[in-house]
């Protein structure tokens, strides 16, 4: 069982910067995909960045790409979000997820992690 707690969420203005954290519960963390999702008013969960258990791989939404980060530190059982650039259109509470299986092409659907956090809201201001 992984316990899923995000924070870090907040009110900035556009073209500003926010780093989430995603604190994990566990003592496998450190042999979990983690993700990071996000779900804005009205519309489905999307999918906004992934990481293996080594950090080694990576995937981005085309439409974050070169603005987010993630990054993960194992011995602190933390998933990271670095956001910069930050647009109106981010505005969503985002979602830490993880799950036990192996990093694949699947990373970027919502049904393939076993557990989720609560959210943390990220607000951007024009």
């Known amino acids: 069982q992984v316990q899923l707690v995000e924070s870090g969420g907040g009110l900035v203005q556009a073209g500003g910067s926010l780093r989430l954290s995603c604190a994990a519960s566990?003592?496998?963390?450190?042999?979990?995909?983690m993700a990071w999702f996000r779900q804005a008013p009205g519309k489905e969960r999307e999918f906004v960045a992934a990481?293996?258990?080594?950090?080694?791989?990576?995937d981005y939404a085309d439409s974050v790409k070169g603005r987010f980060t993630i990054s993960r530190d194992n011995a602190k059982n933390t998933v990271y979000l670095q956001m910069n650039n930050l647009k109106p259109e981010d505005t969503a509470v985002y979602y830490c997820?993880?799950?036990?299986?192996?990093?694949?092409?699947?990373?970027?659907?919502?049904?393939?992690?076993?557990?989720w956090g609560q959210g943390t809201q990220v607000l951007v201001s024009s």
């Open positions: 997820a993880a799950d036990n299986g192996a990093y694949s092409g699947y990373v970027t659907r919502s049904n393939k992690y076993d557990y």
């Open positions: 566990g003592r496998t963390f450190s042999s979990y995909t």
């Open positions: 990481m293996n258990w080594s950090g080694s791989r990576t």
